[in-house]
């Protein structure tokens, strides 16, 4: 079996029900300003919510650990000096993160198809370098599964833009995938102009100590996007270890069977003039990640295709907007018009997001995933699943607080500023005129005309037939008569007679006497 994939059903397990629950957060300088105190407290961070990651059997090995930076310019320029390659302008290039497989024909095909790949798409590739990592810091289990970790840095023409070789990049990785898509421990675990992801079945504490890279003074960053994993009733994976490209998730999506099988029953539909062939792109969704591999999948597609980090956002993580009275017509039709093209991935879940230049969070409209937020005099933002996360002294605070149920929070480093949930909507709401869309092109059923031939009822043979399909009184009282007359779904539950443990006179076992009425 591959060590990125899952193990197959069998008894009460099912892959297809990976979920995470874990700590989530991250800092920024709002003016970014590049720092390392930055990537310090990015991992003193990551320490601090230690305790919402998983450990297994094997103590050194976590669950998944992981931090997303901005990539470091002059770090990388001096170290790909060493290795005798010059680097373009900051912007001009990207760095692939990959885990490779240990076997040397193995690695040695990866490399040729990736390198073949890269020439296709107007790419150049300028050379390799092996991540240092020091395997005194990792645990058993960990190292058993341990790929081996390298970077690509890759540039593009002169003409191109920065978002355009962002654009390439995502092209190149997704075919990369597709032409090696059974290759055992392969995996991009980040391919971008701006940003880059250090992480693993790690705990927490060993991330500096595995990644040497992450405690040299010479890496530094404004943005530090930091997770740690409990996946519930899941298998650690190197790769399923967080932040993915975009995205950190603290939370489920219990929704994700539908959201999946929606995304792949449109796809083949998708058109843009951003891309030469967006059947390169397929299938949008990679189906054995995890349900935050799948959501970051689905926000990396949206915004390299046009979407705003935030439009984006809104997009797959919603308000609860249908019954908010008080909502202004501007962002109701916001969502209604946007409900017809993307299916909410509902939660709960507490998200957080970057695309290296803005980076914010938001929750889900369920809201049951804490998320806190400081802001200080020296410019910092720092969000985290719990309040003290990273040491800041209370005399620095200049405000502080939580998010709220679909509420959104945004740093843009480039504007130099916080933007309100409500500002961001506001413009993001009234960018287009979504009313008129809506009133112009949905078609009401109730509008269509009634068919001419209706389906006719059998009252004699109605009881024969729900004897057929196993209809009982319980069924037709319970369950469908408050349904016809409601219009909802029955609400109730079983009744538990047997007597307490302790008054019972049958045999218990112990944790029957321990019980909360």
């Not at 990015?42 to 992981?66: V, Y």
């Not at 490399?111 to 390799?128: C, P």
């Not at 593009?156 to 898509?181: F, M, S």
Request: aromatic residues 8%.
């Amino acid at each position: 079996m591959n060590n990125f994939d899952y193990p197959l059903p069998q008894g009460l397990y099912d892959p297809q029900h990976e979920h995470d629950s874990c700590g989530v957060g991250f800092i920024v300088h709002i003016k970014n300003k590049k720092s390392h105190d930055i990537v310090k407290k990015g991992l003193q961070l990551l320490c601090n919510l230690n305790h919402r990651g998983a450990i297994g059997a094997d103590p050194e090995t976590g669950d998944g650990a992981g931090i997303l930076l901005q990539i470091p310019d002059a770090f990388f320029r001096e170290e790909t000096a060493k290795l005798g390659f010059v680097l373009p302008a900051e912007g001009r290039y990207g760095v692939a993160t990959m885990f490779l497989p240990h076997d040397d024909s193995q690695q040695f095909h990866c490399v040729e198809a990736i390198q073949s790949i890269v020439s296709e798409n107007d790419l150049i590739g300028l050379g390799w370098r092996d991540v240092p990592i020091d395997t005194n810091y990792v645990g058993k289990q960990a190292a058993e599964a341990m790929p081996v970790i390298k970077q690509l840095f890759l540039a593009g023409n002169d003409h191109k833009t920065q978002q355009e070789l962002e654009r390439l990049l995502y092209v190149a990785r997704n075919e990369i995938r597709n032409t090696l898509p059974n290759t055992r421990d392969f995996v991009v675990t980040s391919m971008s102009t701006r940003t880059l992801a250090y992480k693993g079945m790690l705990r927490a504490d060993q991330m500096d100590l595995f990644f040497p890279d992450l405690a040299d003074e010479r890496f530094v960053s404004a943005i530090a996007l930091s997770h740690t994993r409990f996946p519930t009733n899941t298998f650690p994976r190197w790769d399923l270890a967080q932040p993915f490209r975009y995205l950190a998730h603290n939370g489920e999506i219990n929704t994700l069977r539908g959201n999946i099988n929606w995304m792949r029953s449109r796809q083949e539909k998708l058109e843009s003039p951003l891309y030469e062939n967006i059947r390169d792109l397929l299938p949008i969704i990679v189906p054995s990640g995890s349900d935050s591999a799948c959501l970051d999948n689905v926000l990396e597609f949206l915004v390299l295709s046009g979407y705003s980090l935030s439009h984006a956002m809104m997009m797959l993580v919603p308000e609860a907007w249908e019954t908010q009275a008080d909502m202004s017509p501007e962002k109701r039709a916001f969502y209604e018009y946007h409900e017809h093209l993307m299916e909410p991935w509902d939660g709960p879940a507490a998200l957080a997001f970057t695309d290296g230049i803005q980076i914010g969070a938001t929750l889900d409209r369920n809201g049951l995933r804490p998320a806190r937020y400081v802001v200080t005099k020296n410019d910092f933002v720092i969000m985290a699943s719990e309040v003290g996360a990273v040491d800041i002294d209370p005399e620095d605070i200049v405000s502080k607080g939580r998010l709220q149920p679909g509420k959104m929070f945004l740093v843009d480093t480039q504007l130099g500023r916080i933007i309100s949930d409500e500002e961001l909507k506001q413009d993001i709401c009234g960018a287009q005129p979504y009313a008129t869309w809506l009133k112009d092109n949905v078609i009401p059923l109730d509008s269509l005309p009634t068919p001419a031939d209706l389906p006719k009822s059998d009252p004699e043979t109605l009881l024969e037939r729900q004897k057929i399909f196993g209809y009982t009184t319980e069924d037709m009282n319970i369950l469908l008569t408050p349904m016809i007359r409601d219009g909802e779904e029955a609400t109730g539950s079983m009744g538990n007679d047997a007597p307490l443990a302790a008054l019972s006179d049958r045999p218990q076992l112990l944790y029957g006497y321990f019980k909360q009425i």
